[in-house]
């Protein structure tokens, strides 16, 4: 096997606003200029809390590419 090195930095913010208030600037830190942003999400729950709204409207002002992969359990 070649060489290779593999990083999974993970940034978690809560409470109210937390997503309008910090993605962006999560996005800007960790976010590969020119590559889609990966969206996962489970069964329902983050559109019920509204949290999915939130994220599409920053990424879609930011005019980032989107990959989305929902179901996730």
């Known amino acids: 096997m070649d060489s290779h090195r593999w990083e999974c930095?993970?940034?978690?913010?809560?409470?109210?606003d937390a997503v309008k208030g910090y993605l962006h600037a999560l996005i800007?830190?960790?976010a590969i200029p020119?590559?889609?942003i990966m969206l996962g999400y489970g069964m329902g729950s983050v559109?019920?809390?509204g949290a999915y709204e939130d994220?599409?409207?920053?990424?879609?002002e930011m005019k980032l590419p989107i990959i989305q992969f929902?179901?996730?359990?």
């Open 28 to 30: 800007e830190e960790f």
């Open 55 to 60: 994220v599409m409207e920053v990424l879609e």
């Open 9 to 16: 930095r993970t940034k978690v913010r809560f409470g109210k």
């Open 47 to 49: 559109k019920r809390s």
């Open 70 to 73: 929902s179901g996730i359990m």
């Open 34 to 36: 020119g590559k889609p």
